[in-house]
Structures are given as C-alpha cells and as structure tokens.
C-alpha cells in the first residue's frame, strides 16, 4: 500500500487520539483533505488490518488497536469503557464447526455506574449547559 500525504495525516490523527474517530471527526482536523478521500483511506486501512472500524452507534469509527481490546458503551452518556479478555479462550469457547474465526469484537452496551448516569433521561442536565444555582 502506498503512503501518500493525507493517509499519513490520517494516520497520524487516529494515533494522537484517546478514543474512536468518525471520519467527520478526522475530517474537522484535517479539512484539506476531502471527506471521500477520508472515508476511502480509511476502508484502505481496515483491509489491510492497520486500524478498526467500529459500528457503535449511527455512524463507524475508526481506531488504531495497538494492544486487542473490546468495548462497553453506556446507553446513557454514551461512555466507551476499553476492556480485555483472553480472545484465545474466546475463539476456543465460540468454536463454531466449519468455521474458522478470525476475529472476535464484543461491544457490551449497558449503563455505567457514573453519577452522571444515576438520573433520569430527563432529570440530567443538558450537556454544555450549567446549571443555574438555587
């Protein structure tokens, strides 16, 4: 695979970064680059295995793995907690017959036990809104 310019921009974003990325996200970063351009380097990076492409919510996300992880995502705040498992003992105990499995990406959605998440949908406050004290 050839490294252009944008695709070692590109690159260079997802590893700066602390989580997933939307191709929208990278593209705020870079806006030289086009959105298409983005999107296409992306699906380049995901068949050759250098990034992952995760399907969260309403749009994928792309993240470089240097260590294999899973994720729980809470339904509440939308919190993304990385955790880990032994994925061999995984692949053993999800032996399917004429089946070779190649990867396994679990996504637990739940709700996280932050104060934040305790209220209501309702009762929480608005996000980058504060509160007016009483």
């Not at 690159?11 to 929208?24: H, W, Y």
């Not at 294999?68 to 919190?79: F, M, R, S, V």
């Amino acid at each position: 695979m050839k490294q252009t310019k944008s695709r070692q921009e590109i690159l260079a974003v997802l590893t700066k970064s602390q989580g997933a990325l939307s191709a929208n996200e990278i593209q705020k970063q870079l806006p030289h680059i086009n959105l298409a351009t983005i999107y296409r380097n992306l699906e380049t990076f995901v068949t050759h295995r250098q990034i992952k492409k995760l399907s969260f919510a309403d749009e994928a996300r792309y993240e470089i793995q240097e260590t294999p992880h899973h994720h729980a995502i809470c339904a509440q705040c939308n919190e993304v907690i990385h955790f880990t498992l032994n994925d061999k003992k995984l692949i053993k105990e999800f032996a399917l017959p004429d089946f070779t499995i190649e990867d396994i990406e679990i996504t637990i959605r739940g709700k996280c036990h932050k104060k934040k998440c305790s209220l209501d949908k309702k009762d929480r406050p608005q996000t980058k809104q504060k509160q007016k004290p009483k």
